[in-house]
């Protein structure tokens, strides 16, 4: 019996020594992709500001006075939702806090009586809310990891044509910002509309007092603005997949460092019931030889007894046998 748990228990160890080096492999690679992803961050920072400030003082010179992509609606009637999660899983509660804090709106707005819309990016969010029957309006899979602008596009494209078509009246993204390796934040931002309160609320929470330039725009700043709309939500966009990027990988590398470490816990336990069974079997062998050679020994003197004791009685009565007959 101990020997064949020993046998169990050396299977479980290299069982998992095998999943301890893929952990450690995907721990080593999430760690190398989380500076790559730091970098495009940083990257797209330059054109992010650099739109919001152009948006600012077009709508600061009059334009966007009738865009509807900066005005809110009299009346919200139905909501959507941009769910950014990850096409895979193996990176701890990324996942299932993106996708708590989606929920939670999507109901909060359905308490409040509006419509939902879902346009969900990843692969994990499409999986839970289609088991849970929602309806989904929009799937985008393929580049949690790895982002690009023209996946951004196509998001916001989506998004946009149904804002602008009516069928949304209000837009929000649900994403994780990177604030570093060790911390990463749930965000749930309105997208569209952007009013022109916000904007000046952007502006004031700059740090910067100096007073903005005076421009001449050509053609009117409306039509500037009805153009650079579209390319500015695409940008915000862009910043939100980039930072969930780089959130999955930090969540990956810190699950897949506790999955080690965990890993080795595990086997250092197992090393122990595998000796203590070991010296088991080894105790339970030694009193089984110690008892099998005691046994052979009292059958060994026992016979001997019962031989010598039946020699000399029969030489006994020999003796007087023959001392009566004479």
């Known amino acids: 019996m101990a020997g064949g748990q020993e046998r169990v228990l050396r299977r479980r160890i290299k069982s998992i020594q095998s999943t301890q ?14 500076v790559k992803a730091q970098a495009q961050v940083a990257a797209a920072q330059p054109y992010s500001e650099s739109i919001t400030q152009v948006v600012r003082d077009l709508s600061s010179g009059g334009g966007g006075g009738d865009s ?91 998004a946009t044509a149904a804002f602008l078509s009516g069928e949304t009246d209000l837009v929000e993204i649900i994403y994780t910002r990177f604030v570093s390796a060790g911390t990463q934040i749930v965000e749930r931002q309105t997208l569209m509309p952007l009013t022109t309160d ?15 330039a005076s421009y001449e725009f050509e053609p009117s700043p409306e039509g500037i603005l009805d153009l650079l709309l579209p390319r500015y939500v695409d940008s915000r966009i862009y910043a939100a997949l980039l930072n969930a990027a780089a959130s999955e990988h930090a969540a990956r590398q810190r699950a897949m460092s506790a999955a080690t470490e965990n890993a080795d816990d595990l086997m250092t336990s197992l090393s122990r019931v595998m000796n203590r069974a070991r010296q088991d079997a080894i105790t339970t ?30 030489d006994a009565d020999l003796f007087v046998g023959r001392g009566a007959t004479t």
Request: net charge negative; charged share 30%; hydrophobic share 35%.
């Open 21 to 34: 080096k893929i952990t450690r492999a995907m721990e080593l690679i999430a760690a190398s992709r989380i």
């Open 68 to 158: 509807p992509l900066l005005n809110p609606r009299e009346e919200t009637r139905r909501v959507a939702h941009i769910v950014v999660a990850a096409d895979r899983g193996l990176c701890g509660a990324y996942n299932s806090s993106v996708i708590r804090e989606a929920e939670g709106s999507l109901l909060a707005h359905r308490a409040q009586g509006h419509d939902y819309s879902l346009l969900l990016v990843g692969r994990k969010a499409e999986s839970y809310f289609r088991y849970r029957d929602y309806r989904i309006d929009g799937v985008f899979t393929g580049f949690s990891e790895q982002p690009t602008y023209e996946d951004a596009r196509a998001v916001g494209a989506a």
């Open 198 to 212: 916000d904007i000046a609320t952007d502006r004031a929470t700059d740090g910067t007092d100096a007073v903005a």
């Open 285 to 314: 062998e030694i009193m089984e030889i110690v008892g099998g050679a005691e046994a052979l020994r009292q059958s060994d003197e026992g016979e001997t007894d019962y031989l010598s004791d039946t020699i000399e009685g029969r």
